[in-house]
């Protein structure tokens, strides 16, 4: 069997020739181009690629598949692919790895979804980055005004109409600003951008709605009190197709949601997750599950069952419930059922 590694780069891409059977092998280098890697598939014929996952492996994969070719997509973070105690590395030695790797099924794969699945999750995730940029200014305004002794009320009080027009009161343009007061342009500055910022992501909201009204999925999962429509389409665009989990274990590790298991003789511990996968669905898993405490009973009882009462243990609990949400939408998409609240006997 003839296996082609792709080490890929941004401008280059090593290539290794792999014969599995004897374990001889090829160099090639070029350019990371579509015409390049059609041409270098067409001229070796291999019987499979394997490349690794990066940012650029979603183009790579529909070209070379649109060419009937088999490709295998590796998991860089697996433990097999680490480099330990090497004394050299480099863009050969990675390529030829990973197909050594792929000849005896060491490789621990990635699903790399259609185009148009890998654009929604990539939006949903602009849009994240987008909040994260928002919470960024208004906190800085804050701060901004903290420097000067004046406090701002807590919560969204200050970002309603009145709130705005306040801050706006204080603002002058830099230009024109004292220099004892340069504090007010800053201020200028920031709500200027702050007001950008919120129209384009008001923007980037109605396409989204747009996208989920489009997907029945997204309906059978706001049957869920508490989850909402941002949650709904990104455990819809994570899971993608919901039989390539086997068990609820698999989606919960998919997501990063397990906890690090250390077993060494007789002892045998457990850590935090392992925070693998994507960490937007993981932060809105969390955010929803505060939420759902108020609207959703079997939140509240899956909670208050495994936090104990005891402070220390609300976090676990949280991630918990988290958890269990996910997996109990995953059962939702895979047999393509509404919301039925479990009773407290299966709270799990």
């Known amino acids: 069997m003839k296996i082609l590694a792709l080490d890929l780069g941004k401008y280059k891409t090593v290539a ?17 181009t579509p015409a390049a890697l059609q041409q270098l598939v067409l001229r ?32 860089t973070s697996d433990d097999a692919w680490r480099w330990r105690k090497v004394r050299r590395k480099n863009d050969r030695c990675d390529a030829l790895k990973i197909a050594q790797l792929a000849a005896v099924n060491q490789l621990r794969e990635v699903y790399i979804p259609a185009v148009e699945v890998r654009q929604w999750r990539a939006l949903i995730a602009f849009r994240q980055q987008l909040v994260r940029r928002r919470s960024k200014i208004k906190n800085h305004i804050r701060d901004l005004l ?11 009080k200050c970002w309603t109409q009145l709130g705005q027009a306040y801050l706006e009161g204080l603002a002058r343009p830099l230009l024109t600003a004292a220099p004892q007061e340069l504090w007010r342009g800053q201020l200028e ?3 200027r951008q702050l007001q950008g910022l919120q129209e384009e992501l008001e923007k980037v909201e109605e396409k989204l709605h747009a996208l989920a009204s489009a997907d029945p999925r997204v309906a059978l999962l706001r049957t869920v009190p508490g989850v909402g429509p941002r949650l709904a389409e990104a455990i819809v665009a994570l899971v993608d197709r919901p039989e390539r989990f086997h068990d609820a274990e698999q989606v ?17 511990r457990r850590g935090s997750i392992t925070k693998q996968g994507s960490r937007v669905v993981r932060s809105l898993l969390v955010e929803v599950a505060w939420a759902a405490l108020r609207y959703n009973s079997w939140a509240r009882a899956t909670y208050e069952r495994i936090s104990g009462g005891k402070k220390a243990r609300r976090k676990i609990a949280i991630v918990a419930v988290g958890r269990r949400l996910l997996v109990r939408c995953w ?18």
């Open 252 to 268: 919960s590790a998919y997501i990063g949601m397990v906890p690090k298991e250390l077993d060494s003789g007789e002892t045998r």
């Open 44 to 75: 070796l014929a291999p019987d499979q690629v394997v490349i690794e996952i990066c940012n650029i492996a979603g183009w790579i994969c529909d070209l070379l598949r649109g060419q009937g070719v088999m490709v295998r997509v590796a998991n």
């Open 331 to 348: 059962a939702m998409l895979r047999d393509g059922t509404r919301w039925q609240a479990p009773t407290l006997s299966n709270t799990a």
């Open 146 to 156: 903290v420097s000067e002794g004046q406090l701002l009320p807590r919560g969204a």
């Open 189 to 191: 500055i920031e709500l």
């Open 16 to 32: 290794c020739e792999y014969e599995a059977e004897s374990g001889q092998h090829r160099f090639h280098t070029i350019l990371t």
